[in-house]
């Protein structure tokens, strides 16, 4: 599942970022209005765009008001794989109190990816297998134009008790289309152990990190530990990645008018930090194919010092059942970058109901309750997920638990939202091709970032 607030003026929007049409939907054959994605976790690739209004130039949707939700009884809540293994909990607590308006869990791919790809398919077929859908943020925006999900009554939510920025997620054109179910941000998973035997702090620079590396390498102990991973597989994963080295390097991916500024010596420098990572044996080889899990599991099993990695993966690292060998060694910190603390993207999950769906005002309902304020407390305590309601960020007894909540609350403030645009499945196509492409060796950073810039603007350019 980014925003580093809300220096955009009053839309959420940046100007000239628009609604364009994806010309794959047009040799589709699929329906205007448009069609493109927007996936998970978590980038900085529009480095202040998110979803809340447009430009001038933009058409509003032609759904101007809330939905009409009727309709009581069985619903399904289509989300993608649990990983912390805390929903089908939750949905027991509802089903039992509504045995007429049982709620069952559909289950997609772990795969952020896959998971747009399926929620599209039900979508083009006017499907009411999915009821509810648990959105990566970033989708809002393209869901919300193609119509294929309801404009949500917005009063009917506690909105204002939860973080502005994790609100807009769930906006186009300044209505409502999704409710925050949780957020996220990356955030620097450190062995506590390793680094105080090495007599080093968290780095707050790259190369403060590899520095801490090789003292690390000296002990005993570090013997066969690698330094740092994150998300680099080929799949939305790398387009975060890459989106936080480039803001981490004080550049954006896409500028305030909605033009690509990929080629410049900002985001030459981000990319460069990773493709020299794998090059000079900072980042393991097999974390070229790493996604969240993977990168989890070589973390808890003692195989890295550093991991960028979403809040969730406190509770499973920090597990006493022995399925983890770094539980109570290891430390959380802000992501680092050139020249000081680095950037994080916004990501998370949004609720949102099926325009094709049946059972509305159950969808109505569920949303209220999954999504309330005693759920994120219960989500935060079980998996660490990180909630969207403000007021958890200081609770003192949430706090003495997760010592990291106000790491975690700087980096959601700090963080920069993916682009709400309707084309980015174009977009974040041409990032992780010519990323992938520089990872790996096959180009130059300069060759893939001129690459990345022609396909990217041509992306955006698309109507």
């Avoid at 920025?165 to 409710?179: D, P, R, S």
């Avoid at 990291?404 to 645009?421: C, E, F, G, I, Q």
């Amino acid at each position: 599942m980014s925003s580093s607030q809300m220096s955009r003026g009053e839309c959420g929007t940046e100007p000239g970022l628009r609604a364009h049409a994806d010309p794959r939907a047009r040799r589709r054959g699929v329906p205007a209005p448009a069609r493109t994605w927007a996936v998970a976790a978590s980038a900085a690739l529009l480095a202040t765009a998110l979803a809340g209004c447009g430009s001038d130039s933009e058409q509003e949707p032609s759904a101007g008001s809330p939905a009409e939700f009727k309709g009581r009884g069985p619903i399904t809540l289509a989300t993608g794989k649990d990983t912390t293994r805390t929903v089908q909990g939750q949905l027991d607590r509802w089903n039992k109190a509504h045995p007429d308006e049982k709620v069952t869990l559909v289950e997609l791919p772990e795969s952020a990816d896959q998971q747009r790809q399926q929620f599209i398919q039900n979508a083009q077929t006017r499907s009411d297998a999915y009821t509810v859908l648990n959105l990566d943020p970033i989708w809002v925006a393209e869901f919300a134009a193609n119509q294929w999900v309801d404009q949500l009554p917005a009063d009917k939510f506690p909105l204002d008790k939860m973080l502005p920025a994790v609100v807009k997620t769930g906006q186009y054109f300044n209505k409502q289309y999704a409710i925050p179910y949780n957020t996220n941000a990356g955030l620097l998973f450190y062995r506590e152990d390793l680094l105080d035997q090495a007599g080093a702090k968290p780095p707050t620079t790259w190369k403060e990190m590899k520095e801490t590396c090789a003292k690390v390498a000296e002990l005993p102990e570090g013997k066969g530990v690698d330094c740092y991973a994150g998300q680099f597989d080929k799949y939305e994963g790398l387009t975060v990645n890459f989106s936080e080295a480039v803001a981490s390097a004080g550049g954006t991916v896409v500028d305030a008018r909605g033009k690509a500024t990929v080629d410049t010596p900002a985001a030459k420098q981000g990319l460069r930090f990773l493709a020299e990572g794998f090059k000079d044996g900072t980042f393991p080889k097999e974390s070229s194919t790493f996604q969240e899990e993977d990168g989890r599991r070589a973390f808890q099993s003692g195989k890295l010092v550093f991991h960028r990695q979403w809040p969730y993966q406190w509770a499973l690292a920090g597990a006493k059942d022995g399925s983890s060998k770094v539980a109570g060694k290891f430390g959380v910190a802000p992501l680092p970058g050139l020249d000081g603390p680095g950037t994080s993207s916004l990501g998370g999950y949004d609720l949102a109901v099926s325009k094709f769906a049946k059972n509305k005002a159950t969808a109505l309902d569920f949303i209220k309750f999954f999504s309330n304020e005693a759920n994120a407390r219960t989500n935060l305590k079980v998996s660490s997920a990180a909630p969207p309601y403000t007021d958890l960020y200081d609770d003192p007894e949430l706090r003495r638990q997760f010592p990291y909540l106000d790491t975690l609350k700087t980096s959601l403030t700090n963080a920069t939202p993916r682009p709400a645009v309707v084309p980015y499945g174009d977009a974040t196509a041409a990032i992780q091709e010519s990323a992938a492409a520089a990872l790996n060796g096959s180009k130059s950073v300069d060759a893939a970032l001129a690459e990345m810039q022609r396909n990217l603007s041509a992306a955006l350019a698309e109507k």
